[in-house]
T-cell receptor, first 111, second 111 residues
């Protein structure tokens, strides 16, 4: 059982839609991450929040907008996505210098 | 040259066999290392942290060679359930920083 929960598990959206992915962790970790993973590729870092502040943005297009309402919650707001943005979006949390704990992911399809 | 390199495989091995994966890293500043397993269309799950002294967990043994900058994972008595992709991860010291994933090695255990 994962201690990082993500919703929704599956999402289909059009290029003009606005949607959000949500992530919650109850491990007391002070860092949360968004990763994007395409088939047969490793996870690719998008954003890191540490102590509720954005600390790393891997030059992600502005159509992806992260938000960290508190230390347990992380959102990823999606707007005007492209079909090539279809992927598995993984949320993770960690202790400093420690291993990443991933949620089950949100599988996004952009039509 | 990729920062973390793995043989993509696939490694097709019979049940009961011993299989070893290697992973090389190029950033000498990397301090923490991990092996994750990822099943098809699922999230990565931590298999083992890797320590300089080597560590063992049941049928799994991980080793780190800092001088040669490689990490290994040995799986003994392979089970069908070991079939997955194995991801090697290198992380810088401390803090909440970007970790580097290898491209993964696919293992298929055959009855």
């Amino acid at each position: 059982d994962t201690e990082v929960t993500q919703t929704p598990k599956h999402l289909v959206m059009g290029m003009t839609n606005k949607k959000s992915l949500k992530c919650e962790q109850h491990m007391g970790h002070r860092a949360m991450y968004w990763y994007k993973q395409k088939a047969k590729k490793p996870p690719e870092l998008m954003f890191v929040y540490s102590y509720e502040k954005l600390s790393i943005n891997e030059s992600v297009p502005s159509r992806f907008s992260p938000e960290c309402p508190n230390s347990s919650l992380l959102n990823l707001h999606l707007h005007a996505l492209q079909p090539e943005d279809s992927a598995l979006y993984l949320c993770a949390s960690s202790l400093p210098g420690g291993e990443l704990f991933f949620g089950e992911g949100s599988r996004l399809t952009v039509l | 040259r990729k920062e973390v390199e793995q043989d993509p495989g696939p490694f097709n091995v019979p049940e009961g066999a011993t299989v070893a994966f290697n992973c090389t890293y190029s950033n000498s500043a990397s301090q923490s290392f991990f092996w994750y397993r990822q099943d098809c269309r699922k999230e990565p799950k931590l298999l083992m942290s890797v320590y300089s002294s080597g560590n063992e967990d049941g049928r799994f043994t991980a080793q780190l060679n800092r001088a040669s900058q490689y990490i290994s994972l040995l799986i003994r008595d392979s089970k069908l359930s070991d079939s997955a992709t194995y991801l090697c991860v290198a992380a810088p010291s401390g803090g909440y920083q970007k970790v580097t994933f290898g491209t993964g090695t696919k293992l298929q255990v055959i009855p």
